[in-house]
């Protein structure tokens, strides 16, 4: 939720000219980039850095890295006085409006994230802060664990300037999507440009930095942000891994592996798409499950170690497992399943996860009531059962007494039982979660926004 500034607040608004003065601290990679796109849409930029070389590049208009394009806009934004450089960050934060921070985040030696350099860059901004006396808007470009803004720096920016965040000086995390060798061309040309933020002034004063960019940013939570990064980077190299996964794969096959990727990502239906990229409940069905413990086996028989891919199944199975430990969890003795084939608008009940969970339940005592509206007595179990004889653990068990657990309805499934797990997010059972006092764990995202969700429903991942 986004909070206007209180009254007495300095109001971005009415205080910072059309295009905002901006410091950048930390004059890497992300830093000189960021200076020198900026001050070519016209802001005047000051860099700042501890390290004297990098200042004096920055300064003389030559740049620290080697990038395309980039010593040209540090050249053009030096002659044309929008681009100076400094060691002295509480003057910087003075003299603009809006300071980017774009420092170093090592790793530290347990894994985690080194903060040392952004607890620096925070109480010298709130030096600057206490001295300045007007609205400022703090933007976070690193690279940082979701709660690293408002838990790490925020908390030295208002003990050090006594001022209040969303109130007396905006916080912002702006991941950058920058890819070296054409970091200028992406910074003019992103794939999105994210904002999140606490407050609608600051939003509004990010949504006009970029207006020349991308007139329609998205808007958000700092935490989201800030995930929002780490998944686009472990996404990407999911990409890279799965690739090579595949070409080791294809090798002794002879198989030409970089004719079959390039098919594969012809589909922008399927493979290049929103499409699956939800979080929600395990895979299932004819197709998914076979396909990967086929390629594992193939895999093995090569005697090749695919260790992503035969990842999978272990990854899908616990996820499994743990929508039948949230269930148990609700110590219910009966539970109401409302959807039971793989997906919605079929009958196919091969390799359905959620069978899985109910042979689970089964096993300790647990009594189960069932509804899908495409299942019903007349349904062709056994048939089924035939095709995944040597796959599906929970068809097997659930063969010959899945008819005697199907209700008439599913109002009446959700009477008889102490808790509910819902996995197809059909109308009825939406409504009769939001209508339920009982405990109803959620694997299909009935609702797309957490606020909306009744007090007693708990979703698998959200």
């Known amino acids: 939720m986004l909070h206007q500034p209180a009254e007495n607040a300095f109001h971005p608004a009415l205080k910072i000219a059309p295009r905002p003065a901006v410091s950048v601290v930390g004059l890497g990679y992300v830093g000189a980039v960021s200076t020198a796109c900026l001050a070519g849409l016209g802001h005047r930029v000051i860099g700042v850095d501890v390290d004297a070389v990098k200042v004096q590049a920055i300064a003389e208009g030559r740049s620290p890295i080697h990038e395309a394009d980039l010593g ?86 208002e003990a ?33 440009t994210v904002i999140g933020v606490t407050d609608a002034a600051t939003a509004d004063l990010m949504s006009r930095l970029y207006a020349d960019v991308d007139a329609n940013p998205l808007i958000t939570s700092i935490e989201v942000a800030e995930m929002v990064k780490y998944v686009d980077n472990v ?73 992503l891919i035969a990842s999978l199944d272990r990854s899908n199975a616990t996820h499994i497992a743990e929508a039948a430990r949230m269930v148990k969890a609700t110590g219910a003795r009966k539970v109401a399943v409302l959807g039971l084939a793989f997906k919605p608008g079929t009958d196919d009940l091969r390799e359905s996860p959620i069978l899985e969970v109910m042979a689970d339940l089964l096993d300790q005592g647990i009594e189960i009531v069932a509804h899908d509206p495409a299942i019903n007595a007349d349904t062709r179990i056994e048939s089924q059962l035939a095709y995944v004889a040597h796959a599906s653990k929970g068809l097997g068990q659930l063969a010959t007494g899945l008819r005697g657990m199907l209700a008439t309805s599913a109002a009446e499934a959700v009477a008889q039982a102490d808790a509910v797990i819902v996995t197809h997010a059909h109308p009825t059972y939406r409504a009769l979660a939001a209508a339920s006092t009982k405990p109803v764990i959620d694997v299909a995202r009935l609702y797309k926004s957490r606020a909306d969700q009744p007090a007693t429903l708990c979703g698998i991942g959200w």
């Open 72 to 157: 040209r806009l540090l050249s053009e934004g030096v002659a044309a006085g929008l681009i100076t450089a400094t060691d002295d960050l509480v003057q910087a934060v003075i003299g603009t409006d809006v300071t980017f921070v774009s420092v170093g985040t090592p790793t530290a030696a347990d894994g985690g994230c080194d903060h040392r350099y952004i607890v620096a860059a925070a109480r010298s901004i709130g030096e600057g802060l206490r001295l300045k006396g007007s609205f400022h808007v703090v933007v976070m470009r690193c690279s940082i664990p979701p709660g690293s803004t408002l838990g790490v720096m925020v908390p030295e920016i």
């Open 235 to 307: 996404w990407h190299a999911t990409k890279v891994t799965f690739a090579n996964e595949v070409g080791r794969l294809c090798k002794p096959l002879g198989v030409d592996s970089h004719e079959v990727m390039d098919i594969f990502v012809r589909d922008t239906k399927l493979n290049l798409s929103p499409y699956y990229l939800k979080p929600g409940f395990a895979y299932g069905g004819s197709c998914l499950p076979k396909e990967v413990r086929a390629v594992t086996h193939i895999a093995g028989k090569l005697g090749l170690d695919l260790p």
């Open 160 to 192: 050090t300037s006594g001022l209040k965040a969303g109130v007396d000086f905006g916080v912002c995390f702006n991941p950058e999507f920058l890819r070296e060798g054409v970091a200028v061309a992406d910074f003019h040309a992103p794939p999105k």
